[in-house]
């Protein structure tokens, strides 16, 4: 600067420069965004921040026709491409210039926005010059292309383009890659091709997520993408783009690029567009083109596009030579091509050179496809190569017209472009959609339709408008000679929207269409489609009002090789070896046993999201194993939207690295297999007296088993083998609630006398419309009389209202016959049923319901299969789930809950196995008087996960290799690494419980490594056993994503390691008011009594850690303290300071039943109390003068009998109850004269008072001994000797 400013000092004028701000940061309070010219360097040196710039990513093609870029700060946001800057670059870089003069020029002709940054940032697609001569530089096709398009513009001229591509694994950088990504890892070539064109599924549609990704940015840029499908190699995908009108094809197809290779930048992968990705016996990659001009369009246009046909045969090499390189490689005749050297054209035809619509030759004008142009063509010399012949064709040598439009962004008011607003209604065609600047407010439809296998295929359409009902879609095409439904000659399928759903994975306003296949040539059903035979019986029969609910079970299974069915469930050991036998794994939560959940959640809440009639999901026998529930849906709309529910689960399978399997048998040996229960009913079954007509079409099914059985999946005779909850395959059967027979007519429809019945012999694999046809068939066969009038039903599937936000009702759940009559079940509430198996351990599965319950009563009583959690047997299963308490759902947010319910069985109405609830809430009924709290601190440990369904032996802060850990010690109340293992799942299971509405107090790291506690409580009741419960059924649910088990072991770890316990604090009305101390002491001597009674129901396994050791009283031992944890009941000390207060029976281990320990605990202290709070409220807290002589005989002669205790021992409690009254006492001891010898009391004083607040085990023996033998010695009882009091005293 000194040097310039010497040199220029003598000039005048110079432009001063204002005070300067550098250094000063001004506060940025929006996006004040200048819209218009950019005012180049100069103004920006004036400003004093850049941060209300605009970027601007310059984009264009080198001599290799790859697309480079870099950015520019502009002060402005530019509306038109004159508003940008001509800029430049060092083209020796980029093959386009010499180093000794190498700047290029960059000139803007188009803007997009950039999907990267986002707006107000743009893409500029610029053409590159030469500084030196300012011609076009080496590269730039587009000035040639763009005279080419200004001579024919009177043609008007249409492009679209399909460009495929290829997605490969990174090699060598600045190496071309040689593995697709849908080749296996090992280097060895997948399964052939054929199911990977429009695919959906893990293993089929490789690189979903990149195509997908491109899809939303080419539309967030403004690039008129079309739409996208899986191509037929794997790995191996293409986008349209178009209907472009002249210049700007090559404008959004270049952009297009660019945008696709900067996606592959966050995918790891890289996009190849070689014509020939792989060689072998593998599809290349072209660039269709499609194309039209205006005389193409009018009518008798058909004429016009075989006079063009001609022209371009006479120059069939001259079109080659612009249509890529290395095209001889894919061109050579076979894989849907024209060999290089011949040409010819035909209808439908994709081994022609040119292919012409079958709508074409119908409608007598449209368009034309090339089919040559490889993928690595350069858009620009393949549509002037075009264009060109056509205008030579058809014009000659053309004046100069009107030049078309630039291309340019439309901007509001703000200088933004306007926010997106979506047209609603009927979709209006190619035709607007090219004279649309962008596709950015256009909404996406993904078509759905099943292949010759019954597979779920798609692509996707981008459309004018969002669509409310079937028709207000166009009918699209595909090629059947990639899905076996038709030849390569003549393969064009055409696709007759029939239901639209929403898209969950793009999100509204975009769509997703259950489509019908049918043949373009003749214009019947495609092979595959069963739909339509389907809704034609539905349609004879719609009289009967038909209802279908199907149980889809299937398994998620580890991914094998690439295109090959995989062998492996998901649950099954890596090894190969196989997992523990079934029984842990159904309805089941945690670690190891609900393997999969990640993704049946997902499927669940996307079928939900897409107004799919998802009724409820749990999992299944086999590890891995699931079931979702579609339904009620009346006719048609059962297969429709069970079509939808298993295509969703294919494209959630691709984003959890596995294979959802619908195989029956998914793996041979004593493993269920899958099915599709079909539940149905007609509207005579429903009314009264329809139990007779459930019979009477259940001996219709009988007479034709075998035709419903070729219909209901192929592999089924694998499954149906008698075994495993099945009828044997060529034996008809039915029963009530017998889960073994061919129908099961549940026992409400019996108990009702009307109902449904349930058809148990589908197959996972079958078709949903051929078995429902067939059950519909035969029972309208059979009650062709009972049809009612005749009226079209009602199809909420085939519509789709526009979308809104959800509202939830509030109130009792109207059941499933309100849902069969919802269009959708988006704005339903999710129900998870929470109970407990014969072993204690939680079960859930899930139900849609109408609306949000506000208590018990609103929710419905359910069922379950109670075979299959050791609650029931195989032929009579059925087992009723009883609401009882309700929390949030933590995991699915509000308003979706938890419902905590009982089990009862269904046959005789008792409680099931396991249900120790109902005893609980019993006892706690009777003694409510005494309002009991209680307060439980819950100990776990979490560990390693070992094999599949069996218990994990190895806790999450022991090392690896297998050595132990350093002592205990530092891990109490802990923090760091290595330390306090395991905080995330604590805390996460903390805020989960806080979400609920559990009463979880507290949580800190425990003793051993690896081990926590939680707190729940204060609970009153029957509410510390349900608070409990859901507490520890979202710890298993919180360890699924933590990978890790949760065990509630008493003793998780051999060694001198802690226990893992529940310990217990307890108190009722009497021990919280004043003298409530001396209650505690009372209930405490009252549980020494029996100590025994209590252990047992303190949980299995709690012998090896009650052993005196690691803060425990041995089992066989009973003392309690103040502030004692070695004792089994410990007494904080502000009970005994206050004289009043709680106790804490430490003694139930981790595994522990709560309402058997709190039922016990409420049991003991009710018998010594009363049931009421009067009872235990006299002089210092213990009985007043109102003692039912009668029940205190009653309960000696119990705990005599229970407890085996000397007499003197029993004259002593006696006396420490009754000696406030000499007389009572007198009275008692004479009723008692013929139980034992004894003596006249003296009469006398009330026994000492309680014990003091210090307890050794020394001090408290012989403090108890004292006062027994005062009280005696008053009483005049002999004392009995040291060998009559047991250790546990």
Same mark, same amino acid.
């Given at each position: 600067?000194?040097?310039?400013?010497?040199?220029?000092?003598?000039?005048?004028?110079?432009?001063?420069?204002?005070?300067?701000?550098?250094?000063?940061?001004?506060?940025?309070?929006?996006?004040?965004?200048?819209?218009?010219?950019?005012?180049?360097?100069?103004?920006?040196?004036?400003?004093?921040?850049?941060?209300?710039?605009?970027?601007?990513?310059?984009?264009?093609?080198?001599?290799?026709?790859?697309?480079?870029?870099?950015?520019?700060?502009?002060?402005?946001?530019?509306?038109?491409?004159?508003?940008?800057?001509?800029?430049?670059?060092?083209?020796?870089?980029?093959?386009?210039?010499?180093?000794?003069?190498?700047?290029?020029?960059?000139?803007?002709?188009?803007?997009?926005?950039?999907?990267?940054?986002?707006?107000?940032?743009?893409?500029?697609?610029?053409?590159?010059?030469?500084?030196?001569?300012?011609?076009?530089?080496?590269?730039?096709?587009?000035?040639?292309?763009?005279?080419?398009?200004? /001579?024919?513009?009177?043609?008007? =001229?249409?492009?679209?383009?399909?460009?495929?591509?290829?997605?490969?694994?990174?090699?060598?950088?600045?190496?071309?890659?040689?593995?697709?990504?849908?080749?296996?890892?090992? !280097?060895?070539?997948?399964?052939?091709?054929?199911?990977?064109?429009?695919?959906?599924?893990?293993?089929?549609?490789?690189?979903?997520?990149?195509?997908?990704?491109?899809?939303?940015?080419?539309?967030?840029?403004?690039?008129?993408?079309?739409?996208?499908?899986?191509?037929?190699?794997?790995?191996?995908?293409?986008?349209?783009?178009?209907?472009?009108?002249?210049?700007?094809?090559?404008?959004?197809?270049?952009?297009?690029?660019?945008?696709?290779? *900067?996606?592959?930048?966050?995918?790891?992968?890289?996009?190849?567009?070689?014509?020939?990705?792989?060689?072998?016996?593998?599809?290349?990659?072209?660039?269709?083109?499609?194309?039209?001009?205006?005389?193409?369009?009018?009518?008798?246009?058909?004429?016009?596009?075989?006079?063009?046909?001609?022209?371009?045969?006479?120059?069939?090499?001259?079109?080659?030579?612009?249509?890529?390189?290395?095209?001889?490689?894919?061109?050579?005749?076979?894989?849907?091509?024209?060999?290089?050297?011949?040409?010819?054209?035909?209808?439908?035809?994709?081994?022609?050179?040119? *292919?012409?619509?079958?709508?074409?030759?119908?409608?007598?004008?449209?368009?034309?496809?090339?089919?040559?142009?490889?993928?690595?063509?350069?858009?620009?010399?393949?549509?002037?190569?075009?264009?060109?012949?056509?205008?030579?064709?058809?014009?000659?040598?053309?004046?100069?017209?009107?030049?078309?439009?630039?291309?340019?962004?439309?901007?509001?008011?703000?200088?933004?472009?306007?926010?997106?607003?979506?047209?609603?209604?009927?979709?209006?065609?190619?035709?607007?959609?090219?004279?649309?600047?962008?596709?950015?407010?256009?909404?996406?439809?993904?078509?759905?339709?099943?292949?010759?296998?019954?597979?779920?295929?798609?692509?996707?359409?981008?459309?004018?408008?969002?669509?409310?009902?079937?028709?207000?879609?166009?009918?699209?095409?595909?090629?059947?000679?990639?899905?076996?439904?038709?030849?390569?000659?003549?393969?064009?399928?055409?696709?007759?929207?029939?239901?639209?759903?929403?898209?969950?994975?793009?999100?509204?306003?975009?769509?997703?269409?259950?489509?019908?296949?049918?043949?373009?040539?003749?214009?019947?059903?495609?092979?595959?489609?069963?739909?339509?035979?389907?809704?034609?019986?539905?349609?004879?029969?719609?009289?009967?009002?038909?209802?279908?609910?199907?149980?889809?079970?299937?398994?998620?299974?580890?991914?094998?090789?690439?295109?090959?069915?995989?062998?492996?469930?998901?649950?099954?050991?890596?090894?190969?070896?196989?997992?523990?036998?079934?029984?842990?794994?159904?309805?089941?939560?945690?670690?190891?046993?609900?393997?999969?959940?990640?993704?049946?959640?997902?499927?669940?809440?996307?079928?939900?999201?897409?107004?799919?009639?998802?009724?409820?999901?749990?999992?299944?026998?086999?590890?891995?194993?699931?079931?979702?529930?579609?339904?009620?849906?009346?006719?048609?709309?059962?297969?429709?939207?069970?079509?939808?529910?298993?295509?969703?689960?294919?494209?959630?399978?691709?984003?959890?690295?596995?294979?959802?399997?619908?195989?029956?048998?998914?793996?041979?040996?004593?493993?269920?297999?899958?099915?599709?229960?079909?539940?149905?009913?007609?509207?005579?079954?429903?009314?009264?007296?329809?139990?007779?007509? #459930?019979?009477?079409?259940?001996?219709?099914? !009988?007479?034709?088993?075998?035709?419903?059985?070729?219909?209901?999946?192929?592999?089924?005779?694998?499954?149906?083998? !008698?075994?495993?909850?099945?009828?044997?395959?060529?034996?008809?059967?039915?029963?009530?609630?017998?889960?073994?027979?061919?129908?099961?007519?549940?026992?409400?429809?019996?108990?009702?006398?009307?109902?449904?019945?349930?058809?148990?012999?589908?197959?996972?694999?079958?078709?949903?419309?051929?078995?429902?046809?067939?059950?519909?068939?035969?029972?309208?066969?059979?009650?062709?009389?009972?049809?009612?009038?005749?009226?079209?039903?009602?199809?909420?599937?085939?519509?789709?209202?526009?979308?809104?936000?959800?509202?939830?009702?509030?109130?009792?759940?109207?059941?499933?016959?309100?849902?069969?009559?919802?269009?959708?079940?988006?704005?339903?509430?999710?129900?998870?049923?929470?109970?407990?198996?014969?072993?204690?351990?939680?079960?859930?599965?899930? /139900?849609?319901?109408?609306?949000?319950?506000?208590?018990?009563?609103?929710?419905?009583?359910?069922?379950?299969?109670?075979?299959?959690?050791?609650?029931?047997?195989?032929?009579?299963?059925?087992?009723?789930?009883?609401?009882?308490? #309700?929390?949030?759902?933590?995991?699915?947010?509000?308003?979706?809950?938890?419902?905590?319910?009982?089990?009862?069985?269904?046959?005789?109405?008792?409680?099931?196995?396991?249900?120790?609830?109902?005893?609980?809430?019993?006892?706690?009924?009777?003694?409510?008087?005494?309002?009991?709290?209680?307060?439980?601190?819950?100990?776990?440990?979490?560990?390693?996960?070992?094999?599949?369904?069996?218990?994990?032996? /190895?806790?999450?802060?022991?090392?690896?290799?297998?050595?132990?850990?350093?002592?205990?010690?530092?891990?109490?109340?802990?923090?760091?690494?290595?330390?306090?293992?395991?905080?995330?799942?604590?805390?996460?299971?903390?805020?989960?419980?806080?979400?609920?509405?559990?009463?979880?107090?507290?949580?800190?790291?425990?003793?051993?490594?690896?081990?926590?506690?939680?707190?729940?409580?204060?609970?009153?009741?029957?509410?510390?056993?349900?608070?409990?419960?859901?507490?520890?059924?979202?710890?298993?649910?919180?360890?699924?994503?933590?990978?890790?088990?949760?065990?509630?072991? =008493?003793?998780?770890?051999?060694?001198?390691?802690?226990?893992?316990?529940?310990?217990?604090?307890?108190?009722?009305?009497?021990?919280?008011?004043?003298?409530?101390?001396?209650?505690?002491?009372?209930?405490?001597?009252?549980?020494?009594?029996?100590?025994?009674?209590?252990?047992?129901?303190?949980?299995?396994?709690?012998?090896?850690?009650?052993?005196?050791?690691?803060?425990?009283?041995?089992?066989?031992?009973?003392?309690?303290?103040?502030?004692?944890?070695?004792?089994?009941?410990?007494?904080?000390?502000?009970?005994?300071?206050?004289?009043?207060?709680?106790?804490?029976?430490?003694?139930?281990?981790?595994?522990?039943?709560?309402?058997?320990?709190?039922?016990?605990?409420?049991?003991?202290?009710?018998?010594?109390?009363?049931?009421?709070?009067?009872?235990?409220?006299?002089?210092?807290?213990?009985?007043?003068?109102?003692?039912?002589?009668?029940?205190?005989?009653?309960?000696?002669?119990?705990?005599?009998?229970?407890?085996?205790?000397?007499?003197?021992?029993?004259?002593?409690?006696?006396?420490?109850?009754?000696?406030?009254?000499?007389?009572?006492?007198?009275?008692?001891?004479?009723?008692?004269?013929?139980?034992? =010898?004894?003596?006249?009391?003296?009469?006398?004083?009330?026994?000492?008072?309680?014990?003091?607040?210090?307890?050794?085990?020394?001090?408290?023996?012989?403090?108890?001994?004292?006062?027994?033998?005062?009280?005696?010695?008053?009483?005049?009882?002999?004392?009995?000797?040291?060998?009559?009091?047991?250790?546990?005293?």
């Amino acid at each position: 600067m000194k040097t310039t400013g010497q040199c220029l000092s003598s000039f005048k004028g110079i432009a001063e420069v204002g005070s300067s701000t550098y250094g000063a940061l001004e506060y940025f309070t929006g996006e004040n965004i200048s819209i218009g010219k950019d005012k180049g360097s100069l103004a920006l040196a004036k400003m004093s921040t850049y941060q209300t710039c605009v970027l601007a990513e310059y984009i264009w093609l080198d001599a290799r026709q790859i697309p480079r870029s870099k950015t520019m700060t502009m002060t402005d946001r530019p509306t038109k491409a004159e508003d940008l800057r001509v800029w430049n670059y060092d083209g020796s870089s980029t093959e386009q210039a010499e180093g000794h003069n190498s700047e290029v020029l960059l000139y803007p002709r188009a803007i997009f926005d950039d999907p990267f940054r986002g707006p107000p940032h743009v893409l500029v697609l610029a053409e590159a010059y030469n500084a030196w001569d300012g011609q076009p530089s080496i590269g730039n096709s587009r000035a040639e292309c763009n005279e080419i398009m200004n /001579m024919y513009a009177a043609l008007d =001229p249409w492009f679209g383009i399909e460009q495929e591509y290829t997605l490969f694994r990174p090699t060598k950088v600045g190496e071309a890659p040689s593995v697709p990504l849908g080749f296996n890892e090992d !280097g060895s070539e997948p399964a052939p091709q054929g199911p990977y064109y429009c695919s959906a599924g893990t293993g089929a549609a490789i690189g979903r997520a990149v195509a997908d990704d491109h899809y939303k940015k080419c539309l967030q840029a403004g690039v008129k993408i079309a739409g996208i499908n899986a191509e037929v190699m794997p790995g191996q995908w293409e986008f349209q783009v178009g209907p472009c009108r002249g210049i700007e094809m090559g404008d959004h197809l270049t952009v297009a690029r660019y945008i696709m290779l *900067r996606v592959t930048e966050d995918h790891n992968c890289i996009c190849s567009f070689s014509p020939k990705p792989k060689n072998g016996d593998w599809n290349g990659a072209g660039c269709h083109t499609n194309f039209s001009v205006a005389p193409m369009m009018q009518d008798g246009g058909y004429d016009v596009i075989l006079q063009v046909c001609e022209a371009f045969g006479k120059v069939a090499p001259e079109h080659i030579v612009e249509y890529g390189e290395g095209n001889e490689l894919r061109l050579t005749g076979k894989h849907e091509t024209c060999d290089i050297n011949t040409f010819k054209y035909g209808v439908a035809n994709r081994g022609a050179s040119i *292919r012409i619509p079958r709508d074409a030759e119908k409608d007598g004008k449209g368009y034309m496809e090339d089919r040559r142009p490889a993928a690595n063509c350069d858009p620009y010399r393949v549509t002037r190569r075009m264009l060109k012949t056509a205008g030579e064709c058809l014009l000659g040598a053309a004046e100069m017209p009107v030049t078309l439009a630039t291309s340019s962004l439309p901007v509001s008011a703000t200088g933004y472009k306007t926010s997106k607003s979506f047209s609603i209604g009927k979709d209006k065609g190619a035709s607007a959609l090219a004279y649309m600047g962008s596709y950015q407010s256009c909404v996406l439809a993904e078509y759905v339709w099943l292949d010759a296998h019954q597979i779920p295929r798609s692509k996707t359409m981008t459309m004018t408008s969002r669509p409310t009902k079937p028709e207000d879609l166009r009918v699209w095409n595909y090629d059947g000679s990639s899905t076996e439904q038709a030849e390569g000659h003549n393969s064009e399928v055409l696709l007759y929207p029939r239901a639209i759903f929403d898209d969950p994975f793009r999100g509204a306003p975009h769509v997703l269409v259950l489509a019908e296949a049918y043949n373009a040539w003749d214009g019947k059903p495609s092979i595959g489609n069963s739909r339509a035979d389907c809704a034609a019986i539905m349609e004879t029969y719609k009289g009967l009002d038909p209802w279908f609910g199907i149980e889809q079970e299937y398994t998620l299974m580890r991914p094998g090789s690439v295109g090959i069915a995989s062998t492996m469930p998901l649950g099954f050991n890596e090894d190969g070896s196989e997992p523990a036998p079934q029984g842990p794994y159904y309805t089941s939560a945690g670690t190891g046993v609900a393997i999969g959940r990640a993704v049946a959640d997902e499927h669940y809440q996307k079928c939900l999201d897409a107004g799919v009639k998802i009724a409820g999901i749990n999992a299944e026998v086999m590890p891995g194993q699931w079931e979702f529930q579609i339904g009620p849906c009346r006719g048609i709309e059962m297969g429709d939207h069970l079509t939808m529910a298993r295509y969703i689960m294919l494209r959630v399978t691709e984003s959890h690295d596995c294979e959802c399997s619908f195989s029956p048998k998914p793996k041979r040996g004593d493993w269920n297999g899958a099915g599709c229960h079909t539940n149905f009913s007609v509207t005579p079954m429903m009314q009264d007296g329809g139990y007779d007509v #459930i019979i009477q079409v259940c001996e219709a099914f !009988g007479k034709v088993a075998k035709d419903h059985i070729q219909e209901y999946g192929e592999g089924n005779d694998q499954r149906l083998t !008698g075994m495993h909850e099945t009828c044997d395959i060529n034996t008809f059967k039915y029963g009530v609630a017998n889960r073994g027979a061919s129908i099961r007519i549940p026992r409400d429809a019996e108990k009702d006398g009307k109902g449904y019945m349930e058809d148990r012999r589908p197959a996972a694999n079958c078709d949903p419309y051929r078995v429902t046809g067939r059950i519909m068939k035969t029972t309208g066969q059979c009650l062709a009389g009972s049809m009612g009038p005749p009226g079209a039903l009602p199809a909420p599937s085939s519509s789709l209202a526009e979308y809104s936000s959800r509202s939830y009702k509030i109130g009792k759940d109207q059941g499933a016959s309100a849902l069969a009559y919802m269009g959708s079940f988006r704005s339903c509430v999710l129900a998870e049923y929470v109970w407990l198996d014969a072993r204690q351990t939680p079960r859930s599965k899930t /139900m849609t319901m109408t609306s949000r319950p506000t208590k018990p009563e609103d929710l419905r009583v359910w069922n379950y299969d109670g075979s299959s959690t050791e609650q029931a047997e195989g032929h009579n299963s059925e087992v009723l789930l009883y609401p009882r308490a #309700i929390f949030q759902d933590p995991f699915r947010g509000p308003p979706h809950i938890l419902v905590m319910a009982e089990a009862y069985n269904a046959w005789d109405g008792k409680p099931s196995i396991g249900n120790t609830r109902a005893e609980c809430a019993a006892v706690m009924e009777k003694y409510k008087g005494l309002d009991p709290w209680f307060g439980i601190e819950q100990e776990y440990t979490l560990m390693r996960p070992g094999r599949i369904g069996t218990a994990a032996t /190895m806790p999450l802060g022991f090392n690896e290799d297998g050595s132990e850990p350093a002592p205990q010690g530092p891990y109490y109340t802990g923090a760091g690494t290595g330390v306090a293992i395991g905080r995330a799942v604590a805390e996460d299971h903390k805020m989960k419980c806080l979400q609920a509405g559990v009463k979880i107090s507290g949580i800190n790291a425990e003793v051993m490594p690896g081990q926590w506690e939680f707190q729940v409580g204060p609970c009153r009741g029957i509410e510390m056993g349900d608070h409990l419960t859901i507490a520890r059924y979202i710890m298993l649910r919180v360890t699924e994503s933590h990978n890790c088990v949760c065990s509630f072991s =008493p003793k998780p770890k051999d060694g001198d390691w802690n226990g893992a316990g529940c310990h217990t604090n307890f108190s009722v009305t009497p021990m919280l008011q004043q003298g409530g101390y001396d209650v505690i002491i009372k209930v405490c001597e009252a549980f020494g009594r029996i100590p025994q009674e209590h252990v047992l129901e303190y949980g299995e396994g709690n012998d090896k850690r009650l052993t005196g050791k690691h803060e425990t009283c041995d089992i066989n031992t009973f003392k309690y303290g103040v502030a004692n944890r070695g004792a089994s009941i410990r007494i904080p000390r502000d009970a005994e300071k206050d004289g009043k207060g709680y106790m804490e029976d430490r003694r139930p281990a981790a595994n522990c039943d709560p309402y058997r320990v709190t039922s016990r605990m409420m049991k003991t202290t009710g018998e010594v109390l009363g049931s009421s709070p009067s009872l235990a409220a006299g002089s210092g807290g213990r009985s007043d003068m109102n003692v039912d002589v009668q029940s205190l005989r009653d309960d000696m002669n119990a705990m005599i009998k229970e407890t085996r205790v000397e007499m003197g021992s029993v004259r002593q409690a006696l006396a420490a109850s009754c000696a406030d009254n000499n007389k009572m006492f007198q009275k008692i001891l004479s009723m008692m004269s013929g139980m034992s =010898p004894s003596s006249q009391a003296n009469g006398g004083e009330p026994p000492a008072s309680p014990a003091p607040s210090s307890f050794s085990v020394g001090s408290a023996q012989s403090l108890q001994a004292r006062q027994m033998q005062s009280m005696n010695a008053k009483a005049g009882v002999p004392l009995p000797s040291r060998s009559a009091y047991p250790q546990q005293r």
